[in-house]
């Protein structure tokens, strides 16, 4: 496997002389240089556990940032699995529903999908159907959110 990010690259085989004849052939035609063990890509951190062979990817501080971006303590804030009833609740807004600012929901959404894509799969049915009601935003879609997070 081969991940390359403008002037990154990752190499991942099974096997070690895999990548030594991988990075061997590539230097033939490129300039490299070994920057050793992978800690961090894209904004995703990245733990390696070579005796179980375990590779793991998280974004735990990328949604730090994002709660304190939002000024949102993380104590108040515990991982809730919503079941698929709820999000069949949720409706456009009404006229008198209280309206969020469109913008930080927007951004919030923006900023959840960044991590659906990359590391939490299990948000991103979810945060689809949340994202239906990006220009027209209310209370009950922001309790939502802030659910999901």
């Given amino acids: 496997m081969l991940l390359l990010y ?19 052939k590539f230097q033939c035609v490129f300039k490299v240089k070994n920057l050793r063990k992978m800690k961090k890509i894209l904004d995703i951190q990245i733990t390696c556990n070579r005796k179980t062979q375990i590779l793991r990817m998280n974004q735990t501080h990328y949604f ?6 939002l000024n949102m303590r993380q104590d108040k804030h515990k991982t809730t699995d919503l079941s698929m009833n709820k999000y069949d ?20 959404i923006e900023s959840l999908m960044y991590a659906a894509i990359h590391t939490r799969f ?14 027209n935003s209310a209370k009950h879609h922001e309790h939502a959110l802030k659910k999901l997070m």
């Fill in 6 to 24: 403008i002037d990154n690259i990752v190499i991942i085989f099974k096997s070690l002389s895999n990548i030594k004849w991988f990075k061997h």
């Fill in 64 to 69: 730090h940032d994002v709660l304190k971006r």
């Fill in 89 to 108: 609740a949720l409706h456009s807004a009404e006229l008198e529903d209280v309206r969020i600012n469109q913008h930080e929901y927007q951004q919030v």
């Fill in 122 to 135: 299990n948000i991103a049915f979810a945060l689809n159907w949340l994202s239906q009601y990006l220009s």
